[in-house]
Structure formats: C-alpha cells, structure tokens
C-alpha cells in the first residue's frame, strides 16, 4: 500500500480509502442494497490486512446504522490512532425543523451522534456532505472551527459542490482565523470529467487532498453498458447521473473494455488507474461488496497507464451538464 499526505496537513493516508456506504442495515435508510453487519465485517477487516487505514461513511448512511457498524468493526480490528475515520454532516437524519443542514445547531448535535455511533472521542475528518443555501457559510464555518477546536474532530473537509462556493468557504475561513478545509470529496471519473474545469485545479492551487467519490461511476466502467446489477435496478440517484449522455458514455465504457483487454486486467483496474494518475488526486473512495473489488482496487495501484492510452481512454468524452450541487 501507498500513502500521501492529506492536502497539506501532515496525516497520512491510504492511496485508497474504504468508502463504507455500502455497509448498513438494508431496512434503514433509503439503500436497500447495503450489506448487513454481519457480511459487512469481513470487507473491513481485508481493507485493513491490505493496508488501508482510510474509512469514509457518513451519519446519514442507512439512517447512522453505517457509522455504526464501522465503529465496532474498527474498534475490534484496529487500534484507533492507527487509522483515518471520516464522516459527513448535513443529510436529513429526522423529520421536522433542525433534522438537517449545517446550521450551528444542527453541526454541533450531528457530531456528537455520529461519534456515540462510531465509539469514538473523535473523528479524524468531519465533512460537510453538500453545500446548505439556507444557512450562511460564516455560520457553518465558524461551527466546524469550534467542533476541531473542542477535539472532536482533527481537520474538516467538504463534499460535492461548485468551486465558487468551495472558495468562498475557504475565502471565509481565512478571513476569520478558522479552522480551513483540508479535503474536497466530488464526484471524478472517466464518465463525469466536469470537476477537470474548475475545481481540480482549485484544490491543485489551494493545496487541497482530492478523494473522489464513486471513481467507479457506481460500476457502470467495470461492466457492459446494458448489464445491470441489483443496486443498478434500485438506485434513483445513480440513475439520473448519465441518462442525458447515455450515448458518449457507452462509448467511453466500451474504450475502458478495450484497454483493459489489452492489458489482460479487469476494467476496474484500468478505470480507477485513470483516477490515480492524476496528481491532484489523493486517494480515490472504493466500495466493496466482493472481495476482488478490494484486490482489483490495490492492484490498480500498479498500473501505470501510458499517455497513449490516457488519451484512448479520454477521446469519446463529451461535456456533460455540471452537477455540482449533486
């Protein structure tokens, strides 16, 4: 295993980081898909024996259940100072005023949850999980200060959102002495190149650790364009990310079949290898549900893709709407 600093801070993570979504109670939450704890477990513990010690869930996973069967899995199969925990803030975790957002209120109650859920007296990184139109950012940031300065919390980062409002937060931060972001998690793959534009070389500029969620594009790069899979039939959100550049897309699936049939590696293997040569690129969020999604994970990690096929790869990418409030 390989490991970076995160942004600039000095804590070191895995090139890869355990994106822990999948791993809930199916009859909680709106992913009836997640694994139970039970089958959960063992993907956590190969995560860990791979030598992974980045964990990314979020409190409003499978209604907490997430953060919950991490938190014990963790504590069992690892020493607490030896890996990264990070969670999220802002989804609805209850109905009624003050169930969400990034208020102060809602940020000061939701961390204390989410370390009870995770048995833990901190988290390594708390993320907002999206941008809230509906609280001003001076609010939210002078909030995530005060939950790192109470320790709970070691650095902050954020989520999916448009550059704009990512600088304008880190523009806050500074101009108050705040605690700054450290990490950007959006939405990068061969199949949404959008963050390319702006907010890549933003976090390049401001030194910020980029760690992609779904660099996979929810499995879409790893299979036929018309194979489905159960969570493929069940997702409404992932359904709505390519349905107005289906064409280009099925395109851009069948080039990363082509060079990943040359190479003799799973596609896999080749679509993440194209996340990890970007230098600006941390450590991308991997799911696991089989246990070579892991394997095929590390193994990206050795495959260097010439320019050549880089841009094989790239050629039939079209623009696609900007989903930056995603």
């Not at 995770?118 to 002078?142: A, F, K, N, S």
């Amino acid at each position: 295993m390989e490991y970076r600093k995160l942004g600039r801070t000095g804590m070191d993570v895995s090139r890869l980081c355990l994106g822990c979504m999948s791993y809930g109670e199916p009859d909680r939450g709106n992913h009836a898909w997640t694994l139970t704890e039970e089958k959960s477990r063992p993907f956590i513990r190969q995560a860990l024996e791979l030598g992974i010690n980045f964990f990314d869930t979020a409190n409003v996973y499978s209604d907490g259940t997430s953060e919950e069967i991490v938190g014990r899995a963790l504590r069992e199969f690892a020493r607490r100072d030896e890996v990264v925990i990070a969670t999220k803030v802002h989804g609805r975790m209850r109905p009624g005023p003050n169930g969400g957002g990034l208020s102060r209120k809602a940020i000061l109650s939701e961390i204390d949850h989410s370390l009870k859920r995770l048995g833990t007296d901190y988290v390594d990184l708390y993320q907002i999980h999206r941008w809230d139109p509906h609280t001003p950012i001076e609010e939210t940031m002078e909030a995530l200060h005060d939950v790192v300065k109470a320790g709970k919390a070691r650095y902050i980062g954020a989520s999916s959102m448009y550059a704009w409002q990512f600088l304008k937060a880190l523009h806050t931060a500074e101009r108050h002495g705040w605690t700054r972001f450290v990490s950007m998690q959006n939405y990068v793959n061969l199949l949404y190149r959008e963050e390319e534009r702006e907010m890549l070389p933003l976090c390049e500029a401001e030194g910020i650790g980029v760690i992609p969620w779904s660099p996979l594009a929810r499995g879409r790069l790893t299979r036929d364009w018309d194979e489905t899979t159960e969570r493929a039939q069940t997702d409404e959100f992932g359904k709505k990310l390519y349905s107005v550049t289906a064409e280009a897309d099925r395109k851009v699936v069948d080039r990363v079949a082509e060079v990943a049939a040359e190479r003799g590696v799973p596609r896999a293997q080749v679509a993440l290898a194209w996340v990890l040569q970007k230098s600006v690129v941390t450590a991308p969020i991997v799911g696991a549900t089989k246990p070579h999604h892991l394997e095929d994970a590390v193994a990206a990690l050795e495959l260097k893709l010439s320019a050549e096929e880089v841009a094989r790869l790239e050629e039939p990418y079209v623009p696609h709407p900007v989903l930056g409030g995603i």
